[in-house]
């Protein structure tokens, strides 16, 4: 398949046709506010847009080289389908009530009409001993869009626009700065890996999330 661009060491692939159980989840966590650069639809500063989210790798790819991809503006004539060791992937912008999403199917679902403006790509890159990987993450519904660079100590970048105004209106109109915590599960249930989290829950967490971290920004105000 075209549009998933993967590329794992030999020594890697055996042990990826019948994974174990174990697994180490990423998650992101914003560790500071959403900064507007300022426009004339909202004043520069802090703001209540935050971004978080995660993805699980199979626990044989982690200190491994190795190389995950996707990108559904790429052409493609093939079904799509998870690159082997990337279990899950969830990640959302939350902005006065409306959340950008980019999940598993939308990464790996090659875009019928790439003109439209919308586009859901990832790339993770595992180096030899490292814990975390180092990659991009970008997720596009046409009006809105966040864009993360991982590092290899775990620090996250991201910048955060959107068509909607306020704020974070126009390109590059926000910047934030977050952290991955990598948490290892040493018996993770297969049915848990096949199914993703219906929408509908993950996005309540999410929200649930959104409004305890902006309820710790005003108490702290």
């Given at each position: 398949m075209r549009s998933i661009r993967l590329a794992v060491v030999a020594a890697v692939l055996p042990l990826l046709i019948n994974p174990a159980s174990a697994a180490m989840v990423y998650s992101f966590s914003q560790t500071g506010p959403t900064i507007a650069t300022g426009t004339d639809?909202?004043?520069?500063g802090p703001n209540d847009v935050f971004t978080t989210g995660s993805f699980t790798l199979a626990d044989q790819l982690v200190r491994a080289p190795y190389?995950?991809?996707?990108?559904?503006?790429?052409?493609?004539?093939?079904?799509?389908?998870?690159?082997?060791?990337?279990?899950?992937?969830?990640?959302?912008?939350?902005?006065?009530?409306?959340?950008?999403?980019?999940?598993?199917?939308?990464?790996?679902?090659?875009?019928?009409?790439?003109?439209?403006g919308q586009y859901y790509s990832f790339g993770l890159r595992g180096t030899p001993g490292a814990l975390f990987p180092?990659?991009?993450?970008?997720?596009?519904?046409?009006?809105?869009?966040?864009?993360?660079?991982?590092?290899?100590?775990?620090?996250?970048?991201?910048?955060y626009s959107t068509d909607r105004g306020g704020p974070c209106f126009t390109s590059g109109a926000c910047t934030f700065t977050g952290q991955?915590?990598?948490?290892?599960?040493?018996?993770?249930?297969?049915?848990?890996?096949?199914?993703?989290?219906?929408?509908?829950?993950?996005?309540?967490?999410?929200?649930?999330?959104?409004?305890?971290?902006?309820?710790?920004?005003?108490?702290?105000?």
């Open positions: 639809y909202g004043p520069d190389y995950l991809g996707a990108d559904t503006n790429a052409p493609s004539a093939e079904a799509p389908a998870p690159p082997p060791g990337l279990l899950n992937i969830f990640f959302a912008t939350f902005d006065r009530g409306r959340a950008v999403v980019g999940d598993l199917p939308r990464f790996i679902t090659p875009n019928p009409q790439p003109s439209n180092t990659g991009t993450v970008a997720y596009n519904d046409s009006e809105s869009n966040t864009d993360l660079v991982f590092g290899a100590d775990g620090r996250v970048s991201g910048v991955l915590t990598a948490t290892h599960i040493p018996n993770l249930r297969p049915a848990a890996v096949a199914v993703p989290e219906p929408m509908s829950l993950a996005l309540f967490g999410m929200g649930l999330s959104a409004l305890v971290l902006v309820a710790r920004r005003r108490s702290a105000g």
